[in-house]
């Protein structure tokens, strides 16, 4: 129980409720049936367990890891009731998490960064990767907003210049959390946009610029020769940006997102995790096996499409959300 501390705003433990009902109610459904006429868990149990984790997305291995510890304590403890096995797969998981570096962050932060040769501030580089439709001009905005709102002085670069939607999208968020926005026209080097908007960054003394990108699949290598040209490029003005690249993962595709995030971080090195629109679907459960089988930390979700719907990722309130 001592994992489960109470760090998070009630408003916040209230909307990710909300955004896991879903999840929730199938996992428990799935577990209602996977007990049902059976007062202590058995092999069979476990057996139907094992179906129900698989199929509420959380992945595999994690549910292999889940099971093992499982039969631990059905091994000390034989008769182990069904009634409690949602109260231990709590902990279970939470135990499980606990072991990786995933979710330990309450807070937005950035890190401070030591001033530049020139004497000038280094701001926090945050590239933007993911494939189409994933949300990552959405969270762009969210991040944007949460910076601001800590006094920060934020920057846009509008790098996803394949689609001129993209750029009009990201510039409807700038307006909307007031502040400024680099682009060019459609069409042209995402990597010049990314040396603009940092140029542009350095020149106002910015703390946090953000670089939207276009997450071209369909050619790894093509995908990796320009995320490495927008960095080199970038590094032309802070020398050590970007100082996080973080994947955007679409939750709702399930185990579409383990894929998305084995080939993004095959491409380029990805350092955070945010997962996605996890308000509406039934997928909940892959954050839990993305935050146990990456080495990269989870760090935001999305719980909706509003401006405040991004949380900092916590995976003792995720778990208790998720199981409560
Ligand atoms: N329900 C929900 N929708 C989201 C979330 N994040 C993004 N979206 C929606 O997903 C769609 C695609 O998002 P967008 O930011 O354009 O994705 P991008 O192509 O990766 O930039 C938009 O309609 C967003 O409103 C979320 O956390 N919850
Ligand atoms: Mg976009």
């Avoid at 908007?197 to 020769?225: F, P, Y």
């Avoid at 955007?248 to 995790?273: I, R």
Wanted: aromatic share 6%; charged share 25%; proline share 2%.
């Amino acid at each position: 129980m001592s994992f489960f501390k109470k760090i998070f705003s009630s408003d916040k433990k209230e909307t990710l409720d909300k955004g896991l009902e879903k999840s929730k109610t199938s996992f428990l459904g799935k577990l209602g049936k996977a007990v049902a006429g059976k007062s202590k868990v058995d092999d069979d149990v476990l057996d139907n367990l094992e179906e129900v984790l698989v199929s509420s997305d959380v992945g595999v291995n994690t549910t292999l890891k889940v099971i093992e510890r499982i039969e631990q304590r059905v091994a000390q403890d034989k008769y182990l009731g069904t009634d409690e096995l949602n109260g231990i797969l709590r902990e279970e998981i939470a135990a499980l998490l606990s072991e990786t570096n995933s979710g330990e962050e309450t807070e937005y932060t950035i890190p401070d960064l030591p001033k530049q040769e020139n004497g000038k501030k280094t701001p926090y580089v945050l590239m933007v990767v993911g494939v189409n439709g994933v949300g990552k001009t959405t969270t762009i905005g969210k991040l944007a907003y949460q910076f601001k709102k800590q006094g920060l002085k934020v920057v846009l670069g509008a790098a996803d210049t394949f689609r001129a939607a993209a750029i009009d999208q990201l510039q409807v968020w700038a307006d909307r959390v007031d502040v400024t926005m680099v682009r060019q026209d459609m069409g042209s080097d995402p990597a010049s946009v990314a040396f603009d908007a940092l140029e542009s960054g350095v020149n106002q003394d910015a703390d946090v610029i953000i670089i939207d990108t276009a997450g071209r699949l369909h050619n790894k290598i093509n995908l990796m020769n320009e995320l490495t040209k927008v960095k080199r490029v970038m590094q032309k003005v802070v020398g050590d940006a970007p100082h996080d690249v973080l994947l955007v993962l679409d939750g709702s595709t399930g185990q579409n997102a383990f894929e998305q995030a084995k080939q993004f971080t095959a491409a380029t090195e990805v350092t955070s995790l945010a997962v996605t629109k996890l308000d509406g679907t039934a997928k909940g459960g892959v954050v839990i096996g993305i935050s146990d089988q990456f080495q990269i930390p989870v760090k935001y979700i999305g719980v909706g499409e509003g401006i405040e719907d991004l949380q900092v990722f916590n995976k003792y309130e995720f778990v208790d959300s998720f199981f409560k």
